[in-house]
């Protein structure tokens, strides 16, 4: 606010102010104390004295020339047209009149349009402060003729002194863990943290009496766990390999009545100040009780950021699984044990993790070798692939089995879905159904998804090599392999024409994929009638 106290004490102030921010961040009680900065008998200035009978006036609330209007209720261009009347009238007893427009971002559109009129052109006693928590709702045409503030959301540790101060002030037994429980509820908004001690506060005193300080657990009792302690508790079982730690701590939370989503998010907070921890430790001041950073910051000491960085993503997913199952505790479980048995999760990420961790291990002092290649040393344990090499990974020289395929089958869908996101409808019900030398056959369910991926061989071809490191032909065939109705279409890579696919006796996986594919193409009345 310095450039604001600057004005104020030079006497050049503007004819409107925008101040915007989250909910409970101080707007519309730093409008009220500009108000006062500005009608002060003293002012206009930085430090009113708030005894003078103009200073008082505004403080009751009875101040005829500091009005506060809710554009919540008084939307409208009826409301807006009785404010242009009032503001033709000059100040009745002080300096300035000032008009303080609460939710501006509510006012209508007709309402705005009504608005920017008087906003353009003001009589000169006039000063309009807007209030608002969504300053892209409003108008342009509004926006450019107002100085705009932004308030940030109020930092943990100011909040819990704040109501430190208040509760020591107000004869309120409460202890420090208390405090950062309501910080944490109230989510940057000093007054939601202000409203919940005062309730808090009638809780203790109903169920206590007199006797003993208001805890965390007192916080808890009166509005509902958040899930934080067993998001806590989950995190370091998960960082220090304990499995059955790390589900105990999700059924002691769903026992406690804890929301599954809610901890899931709350876990992914946990991950996050991991995270923020790691690459700045000052920036967790603003997020977390000194005592919670403090110990923030050791837990991500011992931490390597690609676990951290790995388990932001795996329990993101869950999050966005469980959304849609129905069932996010099972979300979170498995994505707690695929965090924690890391070392056999097949999966390429879960490689990359390895890889990463176990080039952080590798000696910082080993010496470089710039002028000739690096030979290959005989090593005790077998080399560590790239982060893009396959689990099971291919004899050099020699092309990729078709097991080795199928394996990998969800990495080159994916891989071929960066390339071109159409790919994503066929491919997702496709199967790998035959391998004939260099031509991989790939099964679609029908014509339609046939006409989808038609010409688009090439990009499979190049998500082939990309995971499995060599450059095989790729044909689509509809219909079951081999038998009845299939059909297998010309292939429109650029480097090969058509070929037929295999004529090999197809394995009993095949026919389990084509009987599977069959299925799917049959009328519904067909499959009821079976």
């Known amino acids: 606010m310095r450039t604001l106290r600057t004005a104020l004490a030079s006497g050049k102030l503007a004819h409107a102010y925008l101040f915007s921010g989250p909910r409970g961040s101080g707007k519309t009680s730093a409008a009220k104390i500009l108000a006062r900065c500005i009608d002060c008998v003293n002012g206009p200035t930085p430090d009113p004295d708030n005894t003078c009978e103009n200073c008082q006036a505004i403080l009751a ?27 033709k009238f000059a100040p009745a007893s002080m300096r300035s009149k000032v008009f303080i427009i609460d939710e501006a971002h ?24 807007l209030a608002t928590t969504a300053p892209e709702a409003l ?88 899930g934080r302690v067993y998001a806590r508790s989950l995190v370091e079982a998960i960082l220090a390999g304990d499995a059955s730690g790390a ?23 946990e991950y996050r100040n991991l995270l923020v921890a790691r690459i700045d430790p000052e920036l967790l001041d603003r997020d977390l009780a000194s005592d919670d950073a403090e110990r923030t910051r050791a837990l991500a000491a011992g931490t390597p950021q690609v676990r951290v960085v790995r388990g ?52 910082a002092s ?41 394996s990998l089958w ?20 496709a199967t790998v159904d035959a391998l004939d030398g260099d031509l991989l056959t790939i099964g679609l369910v029908d014509e339609v998804q046939a006409g989808f991926a038609t010409g ?38 650029s480097a090969h024409r058509a070929a037929p696919a295999s004529a090999s006796e197809p394995d009993g996986e095949s026919d389990l994929l084509a009987y599977a594919r069959e299925k799917l193409m049959r009328a519904p009345d067909e499959t009821e009638a079976e």
């Open 61 to 87: 609330g009875s101040a005829l020339d500091v009005l506060e209007i809710d554009a919540a209720s008084n939307r409208g261009i009826d409301e807006i047209r009785a404010l242009r009347e009032s503001v």
């Open 106 to 129: 509510m006012l209508t559109r007709e309402g705005a349009n009504a608005f920017l009129k008087t906003l353009e052109e003001p009589p000169a006693h006039v000063v309009f402060i």
């Open 139 to 226: 108008p342009p045409t509004i926006l450019s003729r107002c100085q705009r503030y932004a308030f940030r959301r109020i930092p943990v540790a100011t909040m819990i002194e704040r109501m430190r101060e208040i509760a020591r002030a107000e004869e309120i037994e409460i202890d420090d863990a208390a405090l950062g429980a309501i910080a944490y509820r109230a989510d940057g908004g000093l007054r939601d943290a202000l409203t919940m001690l005062e309730q808090v506060a009638a809780y203790g005193s109903a169920g206590t009496g007199s006797e003993g300080a208001i805890t965390a657990t007192t916080v808890d009792a009166a509005f509902g766990t958040t």
């Open 247 to 269: 589900l105990r701590s999700v059924d002691e939370a769903s026992d406690a009545g804890a929301e599954m989503l809610g901890l899931i998010r709350t876990a992914i907070g």
């Open 312 to 363: 932001l993503r795996l329990l993101g997913d869950a999050l966005a699984a469980g959304r849609i199952s129905g069932n996010p505790r099972l979300e979170i479980e498995t994505a707690v044990l695929r965090l924690i048995v890391q070392g056999e999760d097949p999966s390429l990420e879960a490689l990359a993790t390895r890889v990463a961790l176990l080039e952080g291990l590798a000696p």
């Open 366 to 406: 080993a010496p470089a070798r710039t002028a000739e290649p690096k030979k290959a040393a005989a090593p005790k344990e077998p080399p560590v692939a790239e982060p893009v090499a396959p689990p099971e990974p291919v004899a050099s020289g020699g092309p990729p089995s078709l097991q080795q395929i199928r």
């Open 410 to 429: 969800d990495h080159i869908r994916n891989r071929a879905y960066e390339k071109h996101m159409p790919l994503r409808t066929p491919l997702s019900r």
């Open 456 to 493: 688009k061989q090439s990009v499979v071809e190049d998500a082939l090599a990309d995971v499995v490191g060599t450059r095989l032909r790729v044909v689509f065939r509809t219909g079951a392999p081999g038998g009845r109705g299939a059909r297998t279409p010309a292939t429109s890579s």
